[in-house]
């Protein structure tokens, strides 16, 4: 059974940075495409960051503000957040699929509180 671990998340005022990661556990290979998605309370997920092979993609608002990276090793991504906004608030959630699966993974969700 595959789960997906979060750490990071947290407060941070804006501008700042924060860092989330996530560990795929119970996969032999690496996952085919892992990343991020995030919820707004009343609202579906919606794509932050997601990454397969060497291509990335990126929610149209945190384009230039957010880098994901992933380290097949250790079977885990990362989402490096900078100059982060009030609107960035919310509770981002790992993602991951398997090659020919339409059936995701998601991680328990972590929440990233902007404030000022």
């Known amino acids: 059974q595959v789960h997906l671990v979060e750490f990071g998340g947290g407060l941070v005022q804006p501008g700042g940075s924060l860092k989330l990661s996530c560990a795929s556990i119970g996969t032999i290979l690496p996952l085919y495409t892992m990343g991020w998605y995030r919820q707004f309370p009343g609202s579906e997920r919606e794509l932050v960051a997601t990454?397969?092979?060497?291509?990335?993609d990126y929610g149209d608002s945190v384009k230039g503000r957010f880098a994901i990276s992933r380290d097949n090793a250790k079977n885990a991504v990362n989402l490096q957040m900078d100059s982060l906004k009030l609107e960035d608030t919310a509770i981002y959630y790992c993602f991951g699929l398997e090659k020919a699966s339409s059936n995701p993974y998601w991680g328990q969700g972590t929440q990233v509180t902007v404030y000022s």
């Open positions: 990454m397969t092979g060497e291509n990335a």
